[in-house]
């Protein structure tokens, strides 16, 4: 794809290589970062509770939730690559660069946690109800 800014790649816009690309980096990132992995499997298991029993807010929350940490561990992953890429010896700034990444990630998943943790126990609780 070409970069605008840069000017170099390919030229055109083909959504269905936008779409090839996502696909390939979450694949990438399953399969080699286990937080994105058990992450995309426990909100997948909530959110097919969720739609099971029509809790249509639930769904609509746990799916924001995890989009947002997903987003985030991604991002951490990529900014840890590229400082490790640049300096591969120990740095005091590229720590701090990725000590802040990670802080953005720890919000994200308490976050996250507290919606699924939620959703679990009152879906626990429908299920009882039954």
Same mark, same amino acid.
């Given at each position: 794809?070409?970069?605008?800014?840069?000017?170099?790649?390919?030229?055109?816009?083909?959504?269905?290589?936008?779409?090839?690309?996502?696909?390939?980096?979450?694949?990438?990132?399953?399969?080699?970062?286990?937080?994105?992995?058990?992450?995309?499997?426990?909100?997948?298991?909530?959110?097919?509770?969720?739609?099971?029993?029509?809790? *249509?807010?639930?769904?609509?929350?746990?799916?924001?939730?995890?989009?947002?940490?997903?987003?985030?561990?991604?991002?951490?992953?990529?900014?840890?690559?590229?400082?490790?890429?640049?300096?591969?010896?120990?740095?005091?700034?590229?720590?701090?660069?990725?000590? $802040?990444?990670?802080?953005?990630?720890?919000?994200?998943?308490?976050? *996250?946690?507290?919606?699924?943790?939620?959703? $679990?126990?009152?879906?626990?609780?429908?299920?009882?109800?039954?």
């Amino acid at each position: 794809m070409r970069n605008k800014f840069l000017g170099t790649g390919e030229t055109g816009y083909h959504p269905l290589r936008k779409i090839k690309v996502v696909l390939s980096g979450l694949r990438f990132a399953v399969l080699y970062d286990f937080s994105v992995a058990y992450k995309m499997v426990l909100s997948a298991i909530v959110l097919a509770l969720a739609l099971i029993f029509q809790q *249509w807010v639930d769904f609509e929350l746990i799916l924001l939730a995890t989009g947002l940490v997903l987003m985030a561990e991604l991002f951490n992953s990529a900014i840890e690559a590229v400082c490790d890429f640049l300096e591969t010896r120990e740095n005091e700034k590229i720590r701090a660069i990725k000590d $802040i990444a990670a802080a953005a990630v720890g919000i994200s998943i308490v976050v *996250w946690l507290t919606v699924v943790m939620s959703d $679990i126990a009152r879906l626990v609780a429908l299920l009882l109800e039954s």
